[in-house]
Each structure stands twice: as C-alpha cells, then as structure tokens.
Nanobody, 122 residues
Framework: QVQLVESGGGLVQAGGSLRLSCAAS????????MGWFRQAPGKQRELVAG???????DYDDSVKGRFTISRDNAKNTVYLQMNSLKPDDTAVYYC????????????????WGQGTQVTVSS
C-alpha cells in the first residue's frame, strides 16, 4: 500500500508560480512511476506530468516549458514546479503512483492522493 499526501496548492495570479509536493509512504517509492494529474470542473482528469523510476519525464503539451516534475527518492517525495501559470491551469491537482512502467492514463495508476486546489486568477 502507498499513501500519498499533496500540499502546496493555493491561489496565485496569472504569471505566478507554485510548487506542489506529494509525500509518499512505503519503502519502495523509488520503484514507482509517479504522475501529476489535474481535473477542472466539468472536465476529465488529465495527465500533467509523469516521472519514471529511472527519472525520465513526460509532460502534456499544454505545460511543456512551464512545469517541471522531479522526485527525491530519499525523501519519498515528488514535486511539480509550476511557473508562468495561466487561468486555464486552474484545477484540482492529484498525485498518483503506479508500480513499474510509465502510463499516461489515470486508470493505470493504483494509488491517489486527496488532491490540492490550484486557482490562477487573471
């Protein structure tokens, strides 16, 4: 079992920055693919960024060049640095984990955090 707890959301003006953190329980964090997803009202949950156990990263086109995903295996934590935020980035952001290979589908992830709200004002 893996438990995930997100933090770092909030209200920010367009152009600003936030850093989300996701702390994971368990001793095998380094073996998990980690993903950040987001869900806006009335929309499907979508992948924002993912990172494999080996550190390879993937991003949705809408956030490339603005968001950076990283992980610290010693701290069992994955981060999402969000810069140049836009009102369209407003959503609940979720951290998720799956054992092994990378997936960009929400259904491929076994464990989810409770979500953290990010609101970007224009």
């Amino acid at each position: 079992q893996v438990q995930l707890v997100e933090s770092g959301g909030g209200l920010v003006q367009a152009g600003g920055s936030l850093r989300l953190s996701c702390a994971a329980s368990g001793r095998t964090f380094s073996s998990y693919t980690m993903g950040w997803f987001r869900q806006a009202p009335g929309k499907q949950r979508e992948l924002v960024a993912g990172i494999t156990p080996g550190g390879s990263t993937d991003y949705d086109d809408s956030v490339k060049g603005r968001f950076t995903i990283s992980r610290d295996n010693a701290k069992n934590t994955v981060y999402l640095q969000m810069n140049s935020l836009k009102p369209d980035d407003t959503a609940v952001y979720y951290c998720a984990a799956r054992y092994g290979l990378y997936s960009d589908y929400p259904a491929g992830y076994n464990y989810w955090g409770q979500g953290t709200q990010v609101t970007v004002s224009s």
